[in-house]
């Protein structure tokens, strides 16, 4: 009777194997999937098709979207690390209106704005590091404090108005092509395999990682702790001022309200870009993933005849989702990390000898 059952545990395991994997792979590509089955619908369909494919749409699509990858990928940064960054879409907007500012109202160079915008978007990354890093207080509602405050900073400084008269040079550059493809595009690819090497390849981001995992026993370890989320907020923010000067280039000017608007949309990017790739973890290419699959789907429904109001509801509806599946995912990994140390448990008590009777 035990041959037979240890016969069958054998002939089991495979399949569960098996079973396990084809889980595993659906689970990381599953994102990737959906959004070619989506292209595809778009293309196909008799009332989407000619508006969707045609090349203005698609090289549109992929230049609009590249800052708020930028600032998706910006708030990838500390998540590694297990902290919000809910201001990287407000910081993109500083640095979209310093930028513009520094050359159309006080007429530098474009290199002088540009420099200038990273300096004030580093300076806000600062003041967030002080604050979670140093001072301890909640990620969530300390960055949420920032973006209010800025925010409101840019109303009073711009007074609400738009800010012109960007060089016309650095004003066409974020509207050209590079092999057919747009400039953005391309910035936002170098700017993401940057991120995805330093996260993965890096000390540093090892490190990110370990405290995202479990910070204190990252600082049982030695790792400093403190030093490392200061450092990533800094890189956030350092990542959301390149998105602002991109937005500065697009828009040939500054609005005030433009950065803060793409925090919900990053924020649902980042939700579902850890449902894919690497699932249950934040990751660089399951965002980018994650903004097209949103952008195309409210492109497509657009050119069915959806209504404005489709656009936030699939935003937000994508958003509760995607934090759905990924909980749900994370408990999924959970339990089954609990059931093999179990498992390894029973196997190891089963394997050890029986203890020696004492003589007394």
């Known amino acids: 009777m035990s041959e037979t059952n240890a016969g069958a545990q054998q002939v089991e395991r495979p399949s569960q194997r098996m079973r ?3 889980v595993d ?14 292209i595809g619908f778009f293309f196909v369909h008799p009332d989407s098709a000619e508006p ?8 549109n699509l992929l230049g609009n979207q590249s800052v708020t990858a930028l600032v998706a990928l910006a708030m990838v940064i500390p ?10 879409a407000a910081i993109a907007g500083l640095a979209n209106v310093t930028a513009a500012s520094v050359m159309a109202t006080y007429g530098q160079q474009v290199w002088v704005g540009l420099l200038a915008a990273l300096v004030v978007g580093l300076a806000a990354g600062l003041v967030n590091a002080i604050l979670v890093a140093g001072l301890k207080l909640n990620g969530f509602i300390a960055t949420l404090g920032t973006y209010t405050l800025i925010g409101g900073l840019l109303q009073y400084y711009t007074k609400g108005t738009t800010i012109l008269g960007v060089p016309s040079v650095f004003g ?3 509207s050209m092509k590079w092999l057919g493809i747009p400039r953005p595009f391309w910035l936002l690819i170098a700017v993401a395999l940057v991120i995805w090497y330093v996260l993965m390849h890096t000390p540093f981001g090892r490190q990110l990682e370990a405290i995202g995992s479990n910070e204190s026993a990252a ?5 400093s702790v403190d030093r490392y989320v200061a450092c990533s907020f800094l890189g956030s923010a350092f990542v959301a001022s390149i998105a602002g000067g991109l937005l500065t280039s697009r828009q040939g000017g500054a609005d005030p309200t433009a950065g803060p608007a793409f925090l919900f949309p990053a924020l649902a990017a980042v939700f579902l870009g850890a449902t894919a790739i690497r699932p249950g973890r934040y990751n660089v290419w399951g965002t980018l993933f994650g903004i097209f699959l949103v952008a195309v789907a409210i492109n497509g429904f657009t050119f069915l005849g959806a209504a404005s109001w489709v656009s936030p509801v699939f935003n ?3 958003l509760v989702l995607a934090v759905g599946v990924s909980t749900l995912m994370g408990r999924r990994r959970e339990a089954q990390a609990r059931k093999a140390l179990l498992a390894q448990a029973a196997e190891e008590a089963a394997a050890a000898p029986p203890p020696r009777a004492t003589r007394v």
Do not use: C
Not at 79 to 88: E, I, N, P
Not at 219 to 223: A, C, D, M, S
């Open 20 to 22: 396990f994997g084809v």
């Open 25 to 38: 792979v659906f689970e990381r590509a599953g994102l990737p999937v959906f959004l070619v089955l989506l």
């Open 52 to 59: 969707f494919r045609s090349a203005p749409n698609v090289s």
């Open 79 to 88: 998540l590694v690390a297990g902290y919000f960054d809910l201001s990287v």
């Open 172 to 174: 066409n550059w974020g």
């Open 219 to 223: 600082r049982l370890v030695g790792i």
């Open 316 to 318: 937000g509806t994508a």
